[in-house]
């Protein structure tokens, strides 16, 4: 496998755009574009195992001094899939969340990230009320639990008459991703 | 699609508005000249807005031509007619067609009478737009199976509804389809939503399929207002977020008019009527 030719880059792209084709690429073969065609959706999910594939190559290239696949084993379940969603990579992340058992807080909350970025917003809010209630006092919970509350209020609020033209970013692929403390966007 | 998508009325110019019936009626007529569909009650609201969009990013200048409307023939009336309408129009008919199809399974006449005249537009829509027909058709035996399934999720029905509508808005442009997709994948859960929340009383008494009537047993249970408003709202503004993001070469008075007043007008005002 070519790393450079799956994602569809040339051999000196930089690094931002690995990391854009990848987003791209992860966006148009999400299983949940292809539902109701089994065939079709196993195609995109092999497909994007591949891409995961190129990415983790080149990413891992372009680091020499970095172990890269130290931090999926190193970390705890959650961490790996912290990690998986910090890579956009939500079908692995999706994946790991459903094979554990212990259900705590953080589990919920990923959970509820994994979704919010599916576009299924009404069981990302579920997910969030029952992390932010297990553990009030977790800043990052309370954030989700806020922002998934506030958002369609703000929307409410803010275009009213003359205000339309009001710069608006409650986005919530960034918001999710700024509660990961990462700066991209992905799905 | 339902119709729901449309702007505020009281906020528009005039010129707006002109320019807003000038699409609707561009759309009628591209309706009748590609797929000969004469009857107007075929053109939907949403394709119209699917129209104004693909026009106004595509940028080029069309002047309003007069038209004369069989149905309205006293009236003067104005038409846009641009390239950006073959979409839409293909658009309208493969949506017209699957309505007809649920219409015709839920024993209306009227659906079997246009069967005749739907059938061949549809097999030319598809002929023009393979893939866009595969993704119209694919979400909707999805959609099926969701119903069949007695589904009580509304992400399950809302979200599909809403990757149909992502995937046919990304097509109007191959550069910002991620942004057109946003936009299409939010309005199609609102779409879904608002359409579900209209019609409960309806399916209660019918016994239609409802996803929050599967959920929560009545139409009347106090809980179903309030998670409507959040799936609405929040729906909407990731719609606008989206929206914010594309580069709208024209008509921008009127499609911000869309996004930040009519959408939130008819939401309110369905959550008003029949949610109380």
């Not at chain 1, 977790?138 to 369609?152: D, L, V």
């Not at chain 2, 209209?198 to 929050?212: M, P, Q």
């Not at chain 2, 998670?227 to 719609?239: D, T």
Request: charge should be negative; include cysteine; charged fraction near 25%.
């Amino acid at each position: 496998m070519n790393p450079y030719t799956v994602l569809g880059v040339s051999q000196n792209a930089s690094e931002e755009d690995i990391k854009k084709a990848y987003r791209s690429l992860v966006k148009k073969y999400h299983p949940d574009r292809y539902a109701g065609d089994p065939k079709a959706e196993a195609a995109a999910s092999e497909k994007l195992k591949q891409i995961n594939q190129a990415y983790d190559m080149l990413i891992k290239m372009r680091q020499p001094g970095q172990d890269y696949s130290g931090t999926y084993t190193a970390g705890s379940a959650l961490a790996q899939v912290r990690a998986a969603i910090a890579r956009g990579d939500l079908s692995t992340a999706e994946m790991l969340l459903d094979a554990m058992g212990d259900r705590p807080a953080e589990w919920h909350y990923l959970r509820g990230v994994v979704l919010l970025r599916r576009g299924w917003y009404d069981g990302a809010r579920q997910h969030f009320e029952t992390a932010y209630g297990m553990n009030p006092g977790n800043p990052e919970y309370r954030q989700a639990w806020e922002m998934i509350n506030q958002t369609g209020g703000a929307y409410r609020n803010v275009f009213t008459g003359q205000n339309r033209a009001l710069n608006y970013t409650l986005c919530a692929s960034c918001v999710a991703c700024s509660l990961l403390s990462c700066c991209c966007r992905y799905f | 699609m339902f119709g729901y998508i449309a702007p505020q009325k009281c906020e528009l110019k005039v010129h707006e508005f002109e320019t807003y019936k000038a699409y609707y009626c561009g759309l009628c007529k591209a309706l009748k000249h590609e797929y000969t569909l004469v009857s107007s009650s075929l053109v939907s609201y949403d394709c119209a807005f699917l129209y104004l969009l693909a026009d106004s990013l595509a940028g080029e200048e069309h002047s309003a031509e007069p038209c004369v409307c069989l149905l309205h023939p006293m009236e003067k009336r104005l038409q846009i007619l641009s390239e950006s309408a073959a979409y839409p129009a293909a658009v309208n008919v493969l949506l017209s067609y699957y309505k007809m199809k649920d219409d015709m399974e839920d024993g209306k006449k009227a659906a079997a009478l246009a069967a005749p005249f739907i059938h061949p537009a549809f097999k030319k829509a598809s002929a023009h737009y393979p893939e866009t027909a595969g993704d119209v058709s694919m979400m909707y035996s999805a959609l099926s199976g969701i119903q069949a399934r007695q589904s009580g999720n509304v992400d399950e029905p809302a979200g599909a509804f809403g990757v149909m509508l992502g995937k046919i808005f990304e097509k109007l442009d191959g550069e910002r389809w991620e942004d057109l997709y946003d936009v299409g994948y939010n309005l199609g859960r609102w779409l879904y939503i608002i359409d579900a929340a209209d019609d409960l009383e309806k399916d209660e008494k019918t016994g239609d399929y409802n996803v929050f009537l599967k959920k929560y047993g009545e139409s009347r249970h106090p809980k179903i207002r309030e998670e409507a408003e959040f799936n609405l709202y929040f729906s909407l503004a990731q719609a606008a977020e989206a929206y914010g993001r594309l580069p709208v070469l024209k008509n921008k008075g009127l499609l911000d008019n869309v996004f930040y007043l009519g959408l939130k007008e008819k939401t309110q005002f369905i959550l008003e009527r029949e949610i109380t």
